[in-house]
């Protein structure tokens, strides 16, 4: 079965710095993989994703993720935080083929003035 | 495009009772249709699969008689919590995605329902 591990339940960043959430999934196959966010009793809000080609992805509010074969893994990242980025990240995968997502247990982002 | 609503947002209802959570995909036929709770500070926990005009698939551990689920056409899907319990107090988000398409391998989720049993 597939399994998503995220990184860190919790991660605080300053206004400005960098953002990185890390997500690894555990496939022999590449999945489908997906960043969604979510904002205090709200439902899920697609970032990004990957399905095939080209392996930097971006996405909306100004994320990117990478997929990387080699590594299982397909991190998040943001060059410089806001303050309305705080909220919590999930990263998922799907397999070809099959119709279910897999999510991570979620990243809570926190971002200080 | 791609506009998945709940109703309703939130409920409150006393142990026993059962209460009825809809799930609409407004601007698009969806052929599968998801159902999942969410604990507070937990990640989403896929409760059942569902398919238009047929049986939902539960995950295991879901109760079947428990979380009654019809998905009756292609643009609304119904999760009954029958005789509800405190313990199933929880937030009960739904998604819904086209069969084909390039957005087939996505999901779009609904905003969520707030289910709180006295």
């Known amino acids: 079965a597939q399994s998503v591990t995220q990184l860190g339940s919790h991660v605080s960043v300053s206004e400005g710095a960098l953002v990185l959430l890390r997500c690894n999934y555990s496939s022999s196959v590449p999945p489908y993989l997906f960043w969604y966010v979510q904002y205090p009793n709200q439902g899920l809000q697609l970032l990004l994703k990957?399905?095939?080609?080209?392996?930097l992805v971006k996405g909306i509010n100004g994320f990117e993720a990478e997929f990387k074969k080699s590594e299982t893994s397909f991190h998040l990242t943001k060059p410089s935080a806001h303050m309305s980025d705080a909220a919590e990240y999930f990263c998922?995968?799907?397999?070809?083929?099959?119709?279910?997502?897999?999510f991570g247990k979620g990243t809570m982002l926190l971002v200080s003035p | 495009g791609a506009v998945v609503s709940q109703h309703p947002s939130w409920v409150i209802c006393k142990s026993g009772t059962s209460v009825k959570i809809e799930c609409r995909s407004l601007?698009?036929?969806?052929?599968?249709m998801f159902w999942y709770r969410q604990f507070p500070k937990q990640s989403l926990m896929l409760m059942a699969t569902?398919?238009?005009?047929?049986?939902?698939?539960?995950e295991q551990g879901v109760e079947k008689d428990k979380f009654l689920i019809n998905h009756a056409s292609l643009t609304l899907s119904t999760l009954t919590v029958t005789s509800a319990h405190p313990e199933d107090s929880s937030f009960y988000i739904c998604?819904?995605?086209?069969?084909?398409?390039?957005?087939?391998?996505?999901?779009?989720f609904g905003p969520g329902t707030r289910l709180t049993v006295l």
């Open positions: 990957y399905t095939t080609g080209a392996t």
């Open positions: 998922a995968v799907r397999e070809s083929g099959y119709s279910t997502l897999t």
């Open positions: 569902s398919n238009e005009g047929s049986k939902a698939t539960y």
């Open positions: 601007d698009f036929q969806a052929t599968t």
């Open positions: 998604s819904a995605s086209f069969s084909s398409g390039p957005a087939y391998n996505e999901q779009f």
